[in-house]
């Protein structure tokens, strides 16, 4: 599994109900704004019976059903809700992605969450309980594609569940073919598509992109460019877009210096939140307010987003020393612009200039300070299991006179290259052997890690690997517990 999709419809009404105390069954309508002519933007199951569709104007809705219920639900609400159901995914994935073209969609990064629940309906099952605790309804796919994972959600016939597909061919058959209907696109859009005669998902994702925008729309084009594209795009975690920032009461002070030394550990506190979370900062702003309420402000930016503490120290010394106070200083707001950082900024050695000898003695500091075990080397293993091939030993445990497990350095050919999955996939037997066979196998060998149950293996069935390729080229190296069939990587 990739990916995950959670779509809450009718997102505005849910975050209506649940701030109710009492939840009649008179009608209700969400509508775009507090006029006669706003457009219905969301009913609930009691407007929907009495007749009433999205899109038409409130007073023509009021007018077929004069009970009707109107609330409009302000931007700021929405985004605070939105927040709120992010920050309770985040207790189940280190990586959630809010889509901006529809509010509510979230797409979860379940990679790995098999090994630590056991099984991806486990998962799943806990985060739409703690959804439906939080009083939202929610429709899941777990998939492996945003855009296949989304439509299978959207698509689900009741506002609830949970949907698990195994493979992405499984995905790609469900997906193509589901009405497009459920694009999130505009009338006009949809009505081009049915005048082509277009229907599916797959006759959809069928049509040149070129042809897209001109016979369709902007709306549909944006969304077959990530139908299209984004199959290999892993899930883009959110960043804050809001400045982090602090606030510190200073006593009366006139001079650079003591509101340097005043405000530099409030800064270095922001700095290391900004390196936890995986960020560079590109702009500190400092606001200094003085006793006759005047505010001073100053703005330091870098040559390069860095998260370089001492660096910002440096530079706002610089300009605190450029600048006179004409009264005295009585607060401080430091606040940081931040941008998402490249995995390799935070690099051990990013100077090519650092000596062999400055790494070896960083590490023995490292190993001082931490312990032995704090800086480990991978040595190769022996083994048939991928998981087991290799393992982490401390620097003063490893035999440096061996770079490769006894085993394979005496090997003149080591196999065929497999690149693993993460997971492995599950397939159909029919499916691996439509265009394949067996050129190598098959290997058997006994249950080990991925079992229920480790303190018991007994009856717990074995795998069983084979390399297939077709004219004698490798491709799929794969496995059979005896009941189904797993792609373990590819073969190269």
Excluded at 351 to 375: H, P, T
Aim: a positive charge; one cysteine or more; glycine letters at 6%.
């Amino acid at each position: 599994m990739q990916c995950t999709c959670i779509e809450i419809p009718d997102l505005r009404l849910q975050m209506f109900l649940r701030s109710q105390t009492r939840r009649d069954a008179h009608p209700v309508a969400i509508v775009e704004a507090d006029r006669p002519s706003a457009r219905v933007l969301e009913l609930n199951d009691a407007a929907r019976s009495a007749g009433l569709r999205l899109g038409m104007p409130y007073t023509f809705a009021q007018s077929l059903l004069p009970e009707l219920h109107a609330h409009v639900i302000p931007d700021d609400l929405i985004a605070e809700g939105l927040q709120h159901i992010r920050l309770r995914l985040y207790a189940f994935t280190p990586g959630v992605e809010m889509w901006k073209t529809q509010a509510g969609v979230f797409w979860l990064d379940s990679r790995g969450m098999t090994r630590v629940w056991g099984s991806a309906e486990k998962w799943a099952r806990a985060v739409h309980a703690a959804l439906a605790a939080s009083g939202y309804r929610a429709r899941m796919c777990i998939g492996f594609s945003r855009f296949g994972t989304y439509v299978l959600a959207r698509s689900m016939a009741d506002q609830h569940g949970i949907q698990v597909v195994h493979s992405n061919s499984e995905e790609y058959e469900y997906m193509a073919r589901t009405d497009c209907d459920c694009l999130p696109i505009s009338p006009r859009s949809k009505t081009r598509l049915r005048k082509l005669g277009i229907t599916k998902i797959r006759e959809f994702l069928a049509i040149p992109s070129s042809d897209v925008s001109v016979k369709i729309g902007k709306d549909a084009f944006d969304l077959h460019v990530i139908a299209r594209e984004e199959r290999n795009v892993p899930v883009q975690n959110y960043t804050p877009e809001d400045p982090l920032q602090t606030r510190v009461q200073l006593p009366s002070l006139r001079t650079c210096e003591q509101i340097r030394i005043h405000i530099r550990e409030p800064i270095e506190t922001l700095f290391g939140s900004v390196r936890n979370r995986g960020l560079l900062v590109r702009c500190l702003t400092l606001h200094l307010g003085d006793e006759n309420d005047a505010v001073t402000r100053t703005d330091i930016i870098p040559a390069e987003p860095s998260c370089d503490a001492r660096l910002f120290e440096t530079l706002l010394r610089i300009r605190l020393e450029s600048l006179s106070f004409a009264a005295r200083m009585n607060t401080a707001a430091v606040s940081l612009q931040v941008i998402p950082a490249d995995a390799r900024t935070f690099a051990l050695f990013p100077d090519a200039s650092v000596s062999y000898e400055q790494r070896n003695s960083a590490l023995a500091l490292i190993r001082a300070d931490l312990g032995n075990a704090a800086v480990q080397r991978i040595e190769l293993c022996d083994a048939h299991i991928p998981e087991d091939r290799f393992r982490l030993r401390s620097l003063h445990e490893a035999d440096w006179g061996h770079t490769c497990a006894p085993g394979l350095d005496r090997r003149p050919d080591a196999g065929p290259v497999r690149r693993i999955y993460t997971e492995p996939r599950k397939s159909g037997r029919t499916e691996l052997f439509r265009n394949a066979s067996v050129l190598f196998g098959p290997l058997r060998y006994a249950p080990r890690w991925w079992t229920a149950d480790t303190q018991d293996c007994s009856g717990v069935p074995g795998r069983t690997y084979y390399i297939l390729g077709h004219n004698g080229l490798p491709y799929h190296w794969c496995f059979t517990d005896g009941t189904h069939w797993w792609v373990h990587g590819l073969v190269q």
